[in-house]
């Protein structure tokens, strides 16, 4: 009996991963909708129609300390929870904007094809103009503008 229960519960954790690999599968957790809407915004106000099957933006907890992760060759997107939970409660549009910045960053990767970069620029790794990010709206923008001006978009991949 223990050898069935422990089989249909692998059959369902199986059978869960298939919908989830459906490539016309979307998903994004609530807290981070709102970001990913803004994106799209963003990427539309540019002339760019990006795709959203097989997107999925979800939160999952981290090892190595990252805010956020996007795994090649597919449109997955985690962020870890804690990082966004953290900077959502404040209430804090600064800390908000920090989300959206990991978001961004990791949609630039997943939908944009963008690498890291170095600079004024969303895609630097390292974070580095994040406080300008938060706090100088004319630096935001320039920040976004070139996150889809410098973009590589590969439309039949």
Known sequence: ????????????????????????????????????KLFY?????????????GLSVSLYHYRNGDAGD????????????????????TGYRGDSL??????????GHGLLYRDHCAGESIMNPHNEHINEYSSNVAARQ???NELFTNCHIYPNK
């Open 1 to 36: 009996m223990k050898h069935l229960i422990g089989y249909l519960l692998i059959v369902g954790a199986l059978s869960s991963c298939v919908d989830f690999l459906d490539e016309y599968h979307y998903f994004v957790t609530p807290e981070l909708l709102p970001f990913v």
């Open 41 to 53: 915004t963003e990427s539309q106000k540019r002339g760019f129609d990006l795709p959203t099957d």
């Open 70 to 89: 996007s795994f090649n060759g597919s449109l997955i997107i985690v962020l870890d929870p804690d990082f966004v939970h953290r900077n959502l409660a």
């Open 98 to 107: 920090w989300v959206e910045w990991v978001v961004f960053h990791e949609l």
């Open 142 to 144: 320039r920040m976004i």
